[in-house]
């Protein structure tokens, strides 16, 4: 726009102006994801720091992609997302990475709660425990067990059951938990049984708390006295059978244990069950004392018999006799009849005429004279004297004496 002055010759010469583009930096976001099983693609978008005079991503060619290690992540651990894909004329873009996160997954093993009997050791093989949360193609092959319940001295209740260093595969990808199970204890069967007993009638039996058979002790458990009681033990109870009834007064004391329990611990470890026995008094044995018709005894107990004459019946003692002895005989065929109700009685019996009694008791009958023409004690005696006669009645024979 210059003129010339006149002084000067103005010659208008042009130059060249450069416009450099502007800095604009792509950045990708961070992400993150659970451990899943599945690969990571793609990515959060991207931010931009540099753009000016109110622009934007609009005025940008291409479309963002993304690279890195996050391309295709499964497992849990940090990853590296990389952006790129932008052209621009006015801006010279450069690209930060964001980082991908995955999370381990949450994963729950739960012991699983057993049993067992008091007495009886538990061992774990490492598979009782329940999962929550794996992923699909993982797996929990084992796992650590621990209980302070599994010993066989364990005492009756329940125990936690402690899990611990699981083993199986992709495990890396997860955070686990571990819930305790439990274990319980049972009470084991014990069975004590009153021994049965016999006593006389008219005696007491006094129990010491020891007549009894305990069943199903375990790890050395001894039980000492327990209460026994029946109704067959005073003096005055009767002929017949009772129950004997064992128990215990609140609880069973152990005289010896497992050391854990330690000695005098009270018994509960054991499920007791009460069985009775039974007391017997039998009947007194009758004890009979008869005479014979010569005076002997015959004594009977029971059913035995001592001193049995087989030749008479034996009666009970307080039975008087009822014999009716009818003797005929004598030279003069006289009849002499003794009738009593005792042994004393025959001892009564008088001969015939011309006889003699020469006994005042039982004894008499063997000592009777003959009458008249009979034999004493001489020789076998006639036949049909007094004394074959007496002989005969004494041997249950009939006795007839012919005149």
């Not at 009153?194 to 007491?204: C, E, F, H, I, P």
């Amino acid at each position: 726009t210059l003129t010339d002055s006149g002084n000067y010759n103005v010659t208008v010469n042009t130059a060249a102006g450069t416009i450099n583009k502007a800095d604009l930096t792509v950045t990708a976001n961070n992400d993150s994801k659970t451990y899943d099983g599945n690969a990571y693609s793609g990515g959060n978008g991207v931010s931009y720091v540099g753009f000016v005079n109110g622009e934007g991503s609009s005025v940008l060619g291409g479309s963002v992609s993304y690279s890195g290690d996050s391309q295709g992540a499964t497992n849990a651990g940090t990853y590296t997302i990389t952006p790129g894909g932008l052209t621009s004329g006015n801006y010279a873009i450069s690209y930060a990475d964001g980082a991908l996160t995955v999370n381990p997954a949450a994963l729950t093993i739960t012991a699983s709660d057993q049993s067992k009997t008091y007495g009886q050791s538990f061992t774990f093989d490492g598979t009782e425990f329940i999962t929550s949360g794996l992923v699909s193609g993982d797996s929990v092959t084992s796992v650590s067990l621990s209980s302070a319940g599994a010993s066989q001295y364990a005492n009756a209740g329940s125990y936690g059951i402690d899990a611990s260093n699981a083993a199986g595969s992709g495990l890396s990808n997860y955070t686990i938990s571990y819930v305790p199970g439990t274990l319980k204890v049972g009470t084991a069967a014990l069975t004590i049984t009153a021994n049965d007993q016999l006593k006389a009638y008219g005696t007491t039996f006094t129990f010491d708390g020891t007549e009894y058979t305990a069943n199903g002790l375990v790890n050395g458990d001894q039980i000492g006295p327990i209460t026994i009681t029946s109704a067959g033990s005073p003096a005055s109870a009767q002929p017949g059978h009772y129950e004997i009834v064992p128990s215990a007064p609140g609880q069973i004391q152990l005289l010896a244990c497992n050391g854990e329990c330690g000695g005098g611990s009270l018994l509960s470890n054991y499920n007791v069950t009460w069985v009775n026995g039974t007391m017997t008094i039998p009947a007194p044995l009758l004890q009979t004392v008869e005479i014979d018709p010569l005076g002997r005894p015959i004594v009977s107990i029971g059913d035995q018999v001592l001193n049995y004459y087989p030749s008479f019946e034996p009666q009970p003692v307080d039975t008087p006799l009822t014999t009716n002895v009818s003797i005929s005989g004598g030279a003069t065929g006289g009849t002499t009849v003794a009738t009593g109700t005792s042994a004393n009685d025959l001892a009564n019996l008088q001969p015939a005429a011309g006889g003699d009694d020469k006994g005042s008791s039982a004894q008499g009958l063997s000592n009777i004279e003959p009458a008249a023409g009979g034999n004493s004690a001489k020789g076998a005696p006639a036949a049909n004297d007094d004394v074959q006669c007496a002989n005969d009645f004494l041997s249950n024979k009939s006795c007839q004496q012919n005149q």
